[in-house]
């Protein structure tokens, strides 16, 4: 059965999560299983894993969470030498199907290929309509099977893959982290800006393992090496590992809302902890807009880091004045609108016990349509808080994503075309304020680069959306 995702949800959610692993000798299909239950906030809709033995591709992959595709009848049929998995969240106006679960199989030739991508393609319409007036068909339906085409089609001219991906990145657009596998290698490669994340590490027994996040590198055992850099195509087999460069990027944009919402907070995104970065917010927001007030709390989980900074910066009591049920799935919620709309009190408890009679300063990640901020307010009011406070450490979202993040059109967002005080007074709280972006650079100021997308906040889009 299918559930088709009707609007969008009241968050910004990440698109997908992708990990690969190359360590012969090695039970490669369950280190790739490990790392996608690290990354499986990234995605829930779906999961999948492909294993390449040096001569064939085997794939498994279904709707539903990593624990729920995969068991140890499934895990004994995947051996092999190399391994790449991937979550995925479907985004707005998707399907959940298994059609669109990735790895996304193809072939090049005769050589079977595996490709898992975090991230959106642009101008996919001419791209499709161009490869298959050359004789390409096309199953899913999706941006990712648009690619694995254009590698293939980049490959044959070039006449080797690592080089025909080199190439088909110049005419991909938009944002991509993919892993392309073969049955003897692996290849990870990002989009010239940078936009999704997507980093290396090595095994004790000298395998190496890509990820989208290094939570992912964390659970197989594996330590941090790098990040793969913008345009980069790393080769990861027999010889080693192996990069090549292509033309990145005048300007370095990744998305600063990993650091955000999107990234768990025990992974380091270039060099900055997440955790870190998320305190760093709390306590600059509480510079930025104090008050007076009782006691913090945080909107767990991504709020929870900033409302410990918040508390610390202020000298406010920090409490733990929200209880998060981490097993109410987001399929299970959103069939009607009025499930939806109840969603929030199945996901959120206010603790009455702990905020009752207090003036609370609430800490979330941000706002999107904000009728979960306008619920959340009603129901610590019901628990009896005198005042609530609502601090958000992103600044206002009055932009739709392109580049893999479920938001559709402005119209959905509710900083759009309105002041802080009609948000306020919308939402029902006592008062409202967000991060700056200047606070926002300050809190993320340790990665090793500068350059942000910020398009959600600001309009400017590192790609142009085609027309």
């Not at 995702?5 to 299909?29: H, K, R, S």
């Not at 894993?49 to 992959?61: M, P």
């Given at each position: 059965m299918e559930t088709v995702?009707?609007?969008?949800?009241?968050?910004?959610?990440?698109?997908?999560?992708?990990?690969?692993?190359?360590?012969?000798?090695?039970?490669?299909?369950r280190l790739a299983g490990f790392g996608l239950?690290?990354?499986?906030?990234?995605?829930?809709?779906?999961?999948?894993?492909?294993?390449?033995?040096?001569?064939?591709?085997?794939?498994?992959?279904d709707v539903g969470l990593v624990t729920q595709v995969f068991d140890d009848a499934v895990m004994e049929e995947l051996g092999g030498s190399l391994a790449v998995g991937h979550v995925r969240y479907s985004t707005s106006g998707a399907a959940s199907s298994r059609d669109a679960a990735q790895p996304h199989l193809s072939t090049i030739d005769a050589e079977s290929i595996a490709l898992v991508h975090n991230g959106t393609?642009?101008?996919?319409?001419?791209?499709?309509?161009?490869?298959?007036?050359?004789?390409?068909?096309?199953?899913?339906?999706?941006?990712?099977?648009?690619?694995?085409?254009?590698?293939?089609?980049a490959v044959r001219r070039a006449g080797s893959v690592r080089e025909g991906i080199r190439q088909a990145m110049d005419v991909l657009e938009g944002a991509y982290a993919m892993i392309l596998a073969t049955p003897r290698a692996l290849y990870a490669f990002r989009d010239p800006h940078g936009i999704r994340?997507?980093?290396?590490?090595?095994?004790?027994?000298?395998?190496?393992?890509?990820?989208?996040?290094?939570?992912?590198?964390?659970?197989?055992?594996?330590?941090?090496?790098?990040?793969v850099e913008p345009a980069e195509v790393v080769r990861l087999g027999r010889e080693g590992l192996v990069a090549e460069s292509g033309r990145a990027?005048?300007?370095?944009?990744?998305?600063?809302?990993?650091?955000?919402?999107?990234?768990?907070?025990?992974?380091?995104?270039?060099?900055?902890?997440?955790?870190?970065?998320?305190?760093?917010?709390?306590?600059?927001?509480?510079?930025?807009?104090p008050v007076q007030a009782d006691a913090v709390i945080g909107v767990p989980d991504s709020g929870t880091p900033a409302a410990v900074g918040y508390a610390e910066a202020s000298g406010?009591?920090?409490?733990?004045?929200?209880?998060?049920?981490?097993?109410?799935?987001?399929?299970?919620?959103?069939?009607?609108?009025?499930?939806?709309?109840?969603?929030?009190?199945?996901?959120?408890?206010?603790?009455?016990?702990?905020?009752?009679?207090?003036?609370?300063?609430?800490?979330?990640?941000?706002?999107?349509?904000?009728?979960?901020?306008?619920?959340?307010?009603?129901m610590l009011y019901e628990a009896g808080a005198a005042e609530v406070h609502l601090r958000i450490v992103s600044p206002e979202v009055r932009w739709p994503c392109f580049y893999g993040i479920d938001t559709a059109t402005r119209d959905q967002l509710l900083a759009a075309g309105r002041t802080t005080e009609e948000m306020r007074q919308w939402i029902g709280c006592d008062s409202l304020a967000f991060i700056s972006l200047e606070g926002l650079h300050r809190a993320v100021g340790g990665a090793r680069h500068q350059g942000w997308c910020e398009a959600c906040f600001t309009g400017s889009y590192p790609v142009p959306r085609p027309l």
């Open positions: 995702v009707c609007e969008m949800p009241d968050a910004l959610e990440e698109a997908c999560g992708v990990f690969g692993v190359y360590a012969p000798g090695e039970d490669v299909a239950q690290a990354l499986q906030h990234r995605g829930q809709e779906s999961a999948g894993i492909a294993v390449g033995d040096g001569e064939t591709l085997r794939c498994h992959k393609l642009l101008g996919t319409e001419a791209l499709r309509a161009s490869l298959e007036a050359e004789g390409a068909v096309f199953a899913a339906g999706t941006d990712s099977e648009v690619a694995a085409h254009v590698i293939a089609r994340p997507l980093c290396i590490g090595r095994l004790p027994e000298g395998g190496w393992v890509v990820s989208s996040e290094t939570c992912g590198l964390d659970i197989a055992g594996a330590a941090y090496v790098r990040d990027a005048p300007r370095r944009a990744s998305c600063i809302f990993e650091y955000v919402y999107f990234a768990r907070p025990d992974s380091i995104i270039d060099g900055q902890s997440v955790y870190q970065a998320r305190r760093a917010m709390g306590a600059i927001l509480s510079a930025e807009a406010i009591p920090y409490a733990f004045g929200i209880v998060k049920n981490h097993y109410v799935g987001r399929t299970f919620i959103q069939p009607t609108q009025a499930m939806r709309e109840r969603g929030i009190t199945l996901k959120l408890n206010p603790l009455p016990s702990v905020i009752a009679g207090k003036r609370l300063v609430v800490i979330d990640d941000s706002i999107v349509r904000g009728s979960t901020s306008r619920q959340l307010v009603s």
